[in-house]
């Protein structure tokens, strides 16, 4: 249902969708309050349960706890009420800004410095002019490459224009969000909703968040210099870089100091070869089968559904969702169909993103080795699942701590920077020729610049998450703080008009909600994971061993366990601070 409310084409049945996930949630939510089940797990003694059940059974307690079962009644009604309340403006807040899609009238002169096959797809129209969209295919290519400083503004602005009626709804939903955890008895929502993480509290967030800003400051302040420095190139009296355009003075830099132009390695990365070459990949550092299958329930014809075999054994099913329409969800994420209970039922994993789409390109649907990356990391997400995918329990499916979802995601981005894969599908479009050691290196070496700057804002979202939920909101107009922030943490300016952050996708997520420093938080872990693979990443005994260790084990133990029995220590951050130092 949370699925199909996303992704189906009909809007009817997405309508449908979020009434079912209302039923659901209320149905969830009188389960965890209901106190006879929670008197028999407080009477279970889990000294005498297996490591599993005792995991699951202090699980379920803390969840119970966190729903509300201790209140009295009329607390626990007010908990449910306030739950629901929750998920309808999450799910307003989300189609609002689904079905808010812009466009950009550009006189086609205004698309010089975008890729030829970009060019190609977005002709004239009747007026002449060239129309671009508020969807990723058609905004990462004009910020990253469009020459002209007026087109990469107007994008940039028909992207934070979009869904003002959030600003309604955020406000309502910060209030309830607040509202619910002080009638839970803690101070604030951040509060609450950092206690399950491993960060533990939104002091030590913050507390992580400072020690990001220190390890990349140095760095970001020699990164910043020589991105001011491109851009006097063009304008010698510049004193500022604004938002729109740091992507692609980014892209200059790159291309002159590293003599790397990302758009000279689309022709290598077709979507349906970068989609071939992950599927192969994972079949082999995992042990993983994929085999195509018709799936009857597809929501879309371009949906395309395979069946996983992990080491011959029939694990479950994964679908790939992966090109923009009218009605869906405009962003990147991984989500879950059926979930996998061993003995039971076969994991279900979906993958909804919006790639450039082949049907609708001619020579081929190519992407940005940016874009490759992406779709590496949320097809991490799907293997996670299928590896965790035989648990006796739903609720340790999954790590309990969320801070620690995207860590192996993370990791797994590191395989499309390696020769040794690329050289494997990375194939010229139309020469067929195989993408060269050298190029592949002045793509590493330009990747390392930009980290420091990335990690800044980083710090920044995730400073923003936690203050507009560390707090009463009562009077604070979300976007006048996001600016604030944006003038404290970071080196870039930002458009005078903006409905950021109501127009950001996380901040509907109670997962991410006051948690986005997650992201973070992750990067630092798989700094160290990579530590694990001194014979290379294509080791086979380190990556079954990561597999079955740290992906396999799902939520059956603490996630800083994980990682541990990986590594054979306790991760650390210096490798993650090391990975920040300036280089020479």
Same mark, same amino acid.
């Given at each position: 249902v949370s699925l199909l409310?996303?992704?189906h084409p009909e809007p009817e049945v997405r309508q449908t969708c979020e009434e079912l996930q209302l039923r659901l949630s209320r149905f969830a939510t009188e389960l965890q309050q209901d106190r006879d089940i929670y008197k028999g797990h407080r009477e279970i003694d889990v000294a005498a349960l297996d490591p599993h059940a005792r995991r699951f059974v202090e699980l379920a307690r803390m969840d119970m706890r966190r729903a509300g079962v201790e209140l009295p009644d009329a607390g626990r009604d007010r908990a449910k009420e306030l739950r629901q309340r929750m998920v309808q403006l999450a799910q307003e807040y989300a189609r609002i800004l689904r079905e808010d899609v812009?466009?950009?009238?550009?006189?086609?002169?205004?698309?010089? =410095?975008?890729p030829e096959d970009y060019i190609r797809a977005h002709p004239g129209g009747p007026d002449g002019n060239a129309r671009i969209t508020t969807t990723p295919p058609d905004t990462t290519p004009s910020l990253s490459y469009a020459k002209s400083e007026r087109a990469r503004r107007a994008v940039a602005q028909a992207m934070a224009d979009r869904a003002s009626d959030n600003i309604r709804v955020f406000g309502e939903m910060r209030r309830t969000r607040h509202q619910y955890a002080r009638l839970l008895g803690y101070d604030t929502w951040a509060d609450y909703n950092t206690e399950d993480k491993m960060a533990g509290s939104a002091r030590n967030v913050r507390e992580f968040l400072d020690r990001v800003r220190d390890a990349a400051r140095r760095s970001a302040e020699i990164e910043f210099g020589e991105l001011l420095a491109q851009k006097r190139t063009e304008l010698p009296d510049a004193a500022t870089i604004g938002t729109w355009e740091s992507a692609y003075y980014t892209q200059q830099l790159r291309s002159t100091k590293y003599a790397f132009d990302a758009r000279a390695a689309r022709p290598y990365f077709e979507y349906r070869t970068v989609r071939q070459a992950i599927l192969d990949l994972n079949s082999e550092l995992f042990g993983l089968e994929f085999r195509k299958v018709e799936d009857p329930e597809a929501w879309h014809p371009s949906v395309e559904t395979f069946e996983v075999r992990v080491r011959g054994e029939l694990r479950g099913r994964i679908s790939l969702d992966m090109h923009p329409r009218d009605g869906k969800n405009k962003w990147f994420y991984c989500t879950t169909k059926t979930a996998g209970i061993a003995g039971k039922q076969l994991h279900h994993g979906v993958l909804v993103c919006n790639f450039p789409d082949p049907a609708e390109r001619s020579g081929g649907a190519l992407m940005d080795h940016s874009e490759v990356v992406t779709y590496f990391h949320e097809f991490g997400h799907l293997i996670h699942g299928i590896a965790a995918g035989k648990a006796r329990w739903l609720r340790i499916l999954r790590p309990a701590e969320n801070d620690f979802m995207e860590a192996p995601s993370r990791f797994l981005e590191e395989y499309i920077f390696d020769y040794d894969v690329l050289r494997r599908f990375a194939r010229h479009v139309e020469t067929g020729e195989p993408i060269s050691e050298e190029l592949v290196q002045r793509l590493r070496a330009a990747r390392d610049f930009g980290r420091a700057v990335r990690v800044e804002n980083g710090a920044y979202l995730a400073s923003l998450a936690l203050s507009l939920h560390d707090r009463d909101p009562s009077g604070i107009d979300p976007r006048e703080a996001a600016k604030e922030l944006r003038r404290r943490y970071t080196r870039f300016v930002d458009l005078p008009r903006t409905n950021f952050p109501v127009n950001w996708e996380h901040m509907s997520n109670d997962m991410y909600s006051a948690s986005y420093y997650t992201y973070l938080w992750s990067e630092t872990i798989a700094r160290d994971l990579c530590s694990g693979f001194t014979k290379g990443l294509l080791d086979p005994k380190q990556?079954?061993?990561?597999?079955? @260790?740290? @992906? =396999?084990? =799902?939520?059956?133990?603490?996630?800083?366990? @994980?990682?541990k029995d990986f590594l054979g220590r306790p991760y650390t951050f210096e490798a993650f601070?090391?990975?920040l130092r300036p280089t020479a």
């Open positions: 409310k996303e992704v812009r466009t950009v009238e550009l006189d086609p002169s205004e698309l010089e =410095g975008l990556t079954r061993r990561y597999f079955d @260790l740290v @992906l =396999g084990q =799902g939520g059956t133990k603490p996630a800083a366990e @994980l990682v601070k090391e990975w």
